[in-house]
DNA sequence: GAATTTCTGTTGAATTTTCAACAAACGGAG
DNA sequence: CTCCGTTTGTTGAAAATTCAACAGAAATTC
């Protein structure tokens, strides 16, 4: 576990916990880590919502598949991110979604009722992690006002350029590089694919934004 | 307050929390009671982002308007329930949202760093209270995953549909009365007032659905 | 480095939404 | 009960999206 130091103490899970405590507890919590390659599925719909995923290296998309197939990306999950932890806080039986890894990536998963629940060695972090837990779920939430906030808009033009200008006042940068390929773009602003790469198109040549590919430039 | 005391009692922010502890806890929060008319603003967007309002009587709803007027409903929030806790959780400057009153209500605000943060009286309830939070922002992120399945469907009368089904599984029954009427509907839903009228009456003709107003009947 | 697969852009037709305007139905106030 | 403001339903035209199909560009594989 110890190679993973470096990416945990950025992990909001384990802020305000130290370095040396931090290993210790990774045991009692029964933390684990595994390997998956690109495209595979970390955690399946469906799947009882038990863990926490930790993103140690690479990146995972949240997905949600309806009844007739239509894939809808929720969001992308970096590393030192976590997912899964609103199902596996609320306890709920299932998760409703799936995580897949973006690119070969590095996961900690741990059982959340390790968290949420006093383990037998009453190791003193357990209120740490809550605190930890609620202050990320509150992000998270503002996470997905943001996500409503673009989509609630009526046009393929209106989605992307509310994206785009989040992205580039993330990035603090009029250029800026997106995590998404075109059609993961279309899935996450829940457009056509063939409709935003045209309007994509079409600010260009009206001279509102550059791009290569994932690389964008807001003008 | 003790005249709150039952309604209180459902909040999930005093979940586990005893009767008489309530009382007292109360005031060591500085919690204060204010009264709204229907359509008064009780957290304004740009608001500093310290409350956490609980809803005593009545209820309310979470309004974005974008910088084009056009008005989005993020929620509707009804008795015991709580809001802008994710915002003075996550400790951001002001609120992305309004909060009105959708009828006359009673609301409770309780400054959000007086349950962050211990006080002096170090009493013993903040654990809980921060457990509390943390399973009611993860509540919260599963209620905007579904919405957001909602709203990621193409066309209005899909966007209904499972609208709709969601509130018949909600409310066990296929018959069920709706929060909104049509205007605030299409303004959950993200889509044109007019076209989700006569998507209305096209099932009806079709035979899905009965209903009156906003009782709703699915066959 | 050639072949193959994946990704992106383009187009036109069909579908759907939005918009604006109006009429009917409803509900509350006096 | 009647009046009046609000809500809901209806319609047609304009605008936008989706869908399907294809071609070119880019990346990956062998």
Not at 147 to 171: F, G, N, P, S, W
């Amino acid at each position: 576990m110890k190679k993973y130091l470096e990416i945990l103490r950025k992990c909001p899970l384990f802020d305000q916990i130290e370095e040396e405590d931090l290993l210790r507890m990774l045991g009692c919590l029964g933390a684990r880590v595994e390997h998956f390659d690109k495209k595979y599925t970390i955690l399946a719909e469906g799947n009882p919502a038990k863990y926490i995923g930790i993103v140690l290296s690479g990146s995972a998309q949240i997905h949600q598949v309806d009844y007739y197939g239509n894939r809808s990306i929720l969001s992308e999950v970096g590393a030192a991110q976590l997912f899964g932890e609103a199902f596996a806080c609320a306890e709920i039986q299932a998760i409703p979604v799936s995580v897949i890894a973006n690119e070969p990536c590095e996961i900690m998963l741990i059982d959340c009722s390790h968290i949420l629940h006093t383990c037998s060695n009453n190791c003193g972090f357990h209120q740490q992690l809550i605190f930890n837990l609620m202050k990320d779920l509150a992000t998270k939430t503002i996470l997905f006002h943001r996500k409503i906030e673009i989509v609630a808009k009526r046009t393929t033009r209106d989605k992307l350029m509310a994206y785009l200008m989040l992205q580039a006042k993330v990035a603090g940068s009029n250029t800026f590089e997106i995590p998404f390929d075109r059609q993961e773009l279309a899935d996450y602003l829940e457009v056509d694919r063939s409709g935003l790469s045209a309007e994509i198109s079409k600010l260009r040549k009206e001279g509102i934004l550059e791009n290569r590919r994932n690389l964008f430039k807001l003008l």
